[in-house]
């Protein structure tokens, strides 16, 4: 059996990032439910939209975003309905528009080839077994084992690794569906939708190669009822949806308390969604995912005598800012707090009258 420093479950953005950090410095295995190429097989629902800091993590690294990687067109606002209220308004955003699948299969064209990658590769089990992990997979067509000194759970929101590390723990989880429609709408928008009767957290579009997306995040219990009942509500609000091309469906994690960020134990680690690292205001997560890998590389190659502690104590920051999030979002689903923010009309961009 092959033993490694380290093995990564998951290559999301989380997972690409710190394998390619970790490159030429340990040796290192990464599995991953998606294919290397195409659009066959597994891909990750989402916005694609991505957000200054995922951006700054670029920056940092030095690395540029491919064009093809890149949607069209870039929208500087987002409309921002409220619709018990009957309030619109638009705020500016500074996102990049991308097209998410293309953007992970470049994130793990990224990873040098000293990295052992299998992609389109289920990880089965992991256990732990006199001081080293133990992981099964199937490749090839083949069952197979490894061990490794360190194993990093990347695995994004059903994480197994979370769940084998802290089988008692529950954190609130939202069903997120999403429908592809062909762009019928004048002009390109994003919007960001709030209605507390379908969800008390919260649905949006997105306007992207020629297809305006519609999502949210709904309770488990009665998701596409309720996501159907929005988008019959919506149509007061000038939205235009048509017949859907596509669905999409998955779990999406939304801490709501301190104690929903976990890192790890025994030298394994959480990154990315896999350890809660999303933000619950706006359920955006790949800049966290960016950041987290950013964090634990170090530690990992620096090897220190507690790296579980080393990681906790790097994350702190970066887990106070997620539950500013968290204060955030309760004051932006509450509709009280909502309405009384969006009536001042701070930060509100009026726009003409046929963009509504
Ligand atoms: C509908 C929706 C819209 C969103 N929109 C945005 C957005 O616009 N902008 C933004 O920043 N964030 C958005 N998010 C959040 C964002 O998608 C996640 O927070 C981010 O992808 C987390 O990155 P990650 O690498 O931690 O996990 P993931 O991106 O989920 O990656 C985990 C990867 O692990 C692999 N995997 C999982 N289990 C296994 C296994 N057992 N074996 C092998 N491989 C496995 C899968 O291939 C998967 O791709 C959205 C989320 C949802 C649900």
Redesign the pocket.
């Known amino acids: 059996m092959e033993h490694f420093d380290a093995a990564i479950?998951?290559?999301?953005?989380?997972?690409a990032a710190l394998a390619r950090k970790l490159s030429g410095k340990m040796r290192v295995i990464a599995?991953?439910?998606?294919r290397q190429c195409g659009n066959e097989g597994?891909t990750?629902?989402?916005?694609?939209?991505?957000?200054p800091d995922?951006q700054r993590s670029f920056i940092r690294d030095g690395i540029t975003l491919p064009v093809d990687v890149i949607a069209n067109p870039q929208i500087f606002s987002v409309k921002t309905v409220d619709v018990q209220a009957s309030l619109t308004r638009n705020y500016q955003r500074s996102y990049v528009n991308i097209n998410r699948h293309a953007f992970?299969l470049w994130m793990k064209s990224l990873i040098p080839d000293d990295v052992r990658v299998y992609h389109d590769?289920?990880?089965r089990k992991i256990w732990r077994e006199e001081d080293v992990w133990h992981v099964a997979?199937r490749a090839d067509g083949v069952e197979q084992r490894v061990t490794a000194r360190y194993l990093i759970g990347?695995?994004?929101?059903?994480?197994?690794v979370r769940r084998y590390l802290y089988p008692d723990h529950s954190i609130r989880k939202y069903v997120?569906l999403?429908q592809w429609f062909a762009e019928q709408h004048p002009v390109p928008f994003y919007s960001c939708i709030f209605d507390n009767d379908i969800t008390d957290c919260y649905s949006w579009s997105i306007s992207k190669d020629g297809y305006f997306i519609f999502?949210g995040a709904y309770p488990m219990k009665d998701g596409q009822a309720r996501f159907d009942a929005l988008k019959a509500r919506l149509e007061a609000f000038h939205f235009q949806f048509g017949k859907p091309m596509k669905s999409e469906k998955?779990t999406?994690l939304f801490p709501s308390r301190w104690a929903d960020f976990v890192c790890g134990r025994e030298n394994a680690f959480l990154?990315?969604?896999?350890a809660g690292f999303?933000s619950a205001s706006s359920?955006?997560?790949?800049?966290?995912?960016l950041d987290s890998a950013d964090i634990l590389s170090p530690i990992l190659t620096g090897a220190p005598e507690n790296a579980n502690g080393a990681y906790r104590k790097a994350t702190r920051a970066l887990r106070i800012k997620l539950y500013g999030k968290i204060i955030k979002s309760r004051m932006l689903t509450s509709a009280w707090s909502r309405k009384w923010i969006m009536k001042s009309g701070v930060a509100h961009i009026p726009q003409p009258e046929r963009l509504g």
């Open positions: 479950i998951g290559l999301g953005p989380a997972g599995l991953d439910k998606k597994f990750k629902p989402c916005g694609g939209l991505l957000a995922a992970d590769t289920l990880c997979f990347a695995d994004g929101a059903n994480s197994m997120a999403q999502g998955c999406v990154i990315g969604e896999a999303i359920l955006e997560g790949i800049s966290y995912a």
